[in-house]
């Protein structure tokens, strides 16, 4: 049972930067898993908003952060980072990470709604950007 664990999140003014990390464990090596961002704003839908393949090598991003969130990974410590750069506002969200893998070959994720199922979530990390 794939567990994953978000930290980084914050209270942060308008413009400012955050580093989220996802971290995982509860499986057995060689375990293969994509891992995609969420984030729900009060009173909104659970978006998609930045994923990365199991071997790193294909990445996506909403267009909400495109230019100003990066995502990346180190498989030697397990953990999924998401670089979060001239942050909004709007970007004031509970962040998640949620996972979807096996133990062979390479999986994908995808940012457009219903594409891929995600088998393992984070309990999630608040991010307040505010003056």
């Known amino acids: 049972q794939l567990q994953l664990v978000e930290s980084g999140g914050g209270l942060v003014q308008p413009g400012g930067s955050l580093r989220l990390s996802c971290a995982a464990s509860?499986?057995?090596?060689?375990?293969?898993?994509?891992v995609a961002w969420f984030r729900q704003a009060p009173g909104k839908e659970r978006e998609a908003i930045s994923c990365?393949?199991?071997?790193?090598?294909?990445?996506e991003h909403a267009d909400s952060v495109k230019g100003r969130f990066s995502i990346s990974r180190d498989n030697a410590k397990n953990t999924v980072y998401l670089q979060m750069n001239s942050l909004k506002p709007e970007d004031t969200a509970v962040y998640y990470c949620a996972a979807r893998g096996g133990y062979r070959g390479t999986y994908y994720c995808a940012v457009r709604p219903g594409l891929y199922t995600y088998d393992f979530w984070g309990q999630g990390t608040q991010v307040t950007v505010s003056s």
């Open positions: 990365i393949s199991s071997s790193g090598g294909t990445t």
């Open positions: 509860g499986f057995t090596s060689p375990y293969n898993y994509a």
